[in-house]
């Protein structure tokens, strides 16, 4: 986990069912969203944080994460 941990942003958000995949980033985020930050702490703790342009209401969450016995 200390591998993965730190802080991301979002760059670019993708979907679709084959190849070529279609950037959705600006169409289903919200500009607010665009420049928060996820950190992953080394320990399993992870806090979203709605910095920059914040939304309303405010997004900032605290959780959790894991990496799963088969890597995943």
């Known amino acids: ?3 993965i941990a730190g802080t991301y942003s979002i760059v670019k958000v993708e979907a679709g069912l084959a190849e070529p995949l279609t950037d959705i980033t600006t169409s289903e ?6 420049d928060d930050k996820l950190v992953l702490n080394a320990n ?3 806090n979203y944080q709605d910095v920059g342009t914040v ?3 405010n997004g900032s969450e605290t959780g959790t994460w894991s990496i799963g016995s088969d890597g995943k």
């Open 44 to 46: 399993g703790t992870a």
């Open 55 to 57: 939304c309303s209401p």
């Open 1 to 3: 986990m200390a591998d």
């Open 29 to 34: 985020l919200d500009p607010c969203q665009l």
